[in-house]
């Protein structure tokens, strides 16, 4: 039954599952651009180290 409906696809090699695995966001957008992203995430301004105090005051 699930054969005639197609949802029973030969799992070996079958173009259909191999096609599933990559996620298309990911393929859709140049790597170029993924890696700009990339570093534009970890390039966040690093947080002030404020100016120390003596302890006393």
Do not use: F
Not at 8 to 16: D, E, I, N, Q, V
Not at 29 to 48: D, G, L, T, Y
Request: hydrophobic share 25%; net charge positive; proline share 11%.
């Amino acid at each position: 039954m699930r054969e005639k409906l197609g949802l029973l696809k030969p799992a070996r090699g079958s173009p259909r599952r191999r096609r599933k695995r990559s996620s298309g966001q990911k393929r859709s957008r140049p790597k170029s651009a993924a890696r700009k992203s990339v570093a534009a995430k970890s390039a966040k301004p690093a947080k002030k180290a404020k100016p120390a105090k003596p302890k006393g005051a």
